[in-house]
T-cell receptor, first 109, second 110 residues
Framework: SQQGEEDPQALSIQEGENATMNCSYK?????LQWYRQNSGRGLVHLIL?????REKHSGRLRVTLDTSKKSSSLLITASRAADTASYFC?????????FGAGTRLTVKP | DTEVTQTPKHLVMGMTNKKSLKCEQH?????MYWYKQKAKKPPELMFV???????INESVPSRFSPECPNSSLLNLHLHALQPEDSALYLC?????????FGPGTRLTVL
């Protein structure tokens, strides 16, 4: 069953702008991960943040985690048309990983 | 080899057919997973194998039968499926927390 809730459900921005997606969850976690999925294809791992970490960067990606609020955010800076995809947060506890509902990001050229 | 492969890419089957989905990885990962994903929905966990033993079964109907013949292979046997079982079936593997996903099998049940 689904663990997290993401907002917004859909986000449309212009190329060059920043995109922020949020994820909230309900139970204890070992870590939280963000994945990207192009239409109808497999998921690509973007970044993992452990429960004892608060912020992590990878290239144009910045992820924050607030375990007290059970929430995370994914920031994509200087977006490109190729960033158009669905983005999912996923919470893990042992080998059990649960996905949020996802945010559909559209970056217009 | 740093990828998870799945076959077939597409599968159309009738409700009386028996078919199998296959997943393979050669990254030495000891955990493998099956997910089901309906259109515009997130993936839903079905089964988890850890060290070739079934460790999580998310109350999946018995018409789905997983099998892990060895540490590199994961099968999903399908029998007497329903049209509502049509979906993208994703396989993943992991060594630690990060899961590597295959491209999926698009299943259509007529």
């Amino acid at each position: 069953s689904q663990q997290g809730e993401e907002d917004p459900q859909a986000l449309s921005i212009q190329e060059g702008e920043n995109a922020t997606m949020n994820c909230s969850y309900k139970t204890s976690i070992n870590n939280l991960q963000w994945y990207r999925q192009n239409s109808g294809r497999g998921l690509v791992h973007l970044i993992l943040i452990r429960s004892n970490e608060r912020e992590k960067h990878s290239g144009r990606l910045r992820v924050t985690l607030d375990t007290s609020k059970k929430s995370s955010s994914l920031l994509i800076t200087a977006s490109r048309a190729a960033d158009t995809a669905s983005y999912f947060c996923a919470t893990s506890f042992n080998n059990d990983m649960r996905f949020g509902a996802g945010t559909r990001l559209t970056v217009k050229p | 080899d740093t990828e998870v492969t799945q076959t077939p890419k597409h599968l159309v089957m009738g409700m009386t057919n028996k078919k199998s989905l296959k997943c393979e990885q050669h990254m030495g990962h000891r955990a493998m997973y099956w997910y089901k994903q309906k259109a515009k929905k997130p993936p839903e966990l079905m089964f988890v194998y850890s060290y070739e033993k079934l460790s999580i079964n998310e109350s999946v109907p018995s018409r789905f039968s997983p099998e892990c013949p060895n540490s590199s292979l994961l099968n999903l046997h399908l029998h007497a499926l329903q049209p509502e079982d049509s979906a993208l079936y994703l396989c993943a593997s992991s060594l630690d927390s990060e899961q590597f996903f295959g491209p999926g099998t698009r299943l259509t049940v007529l």
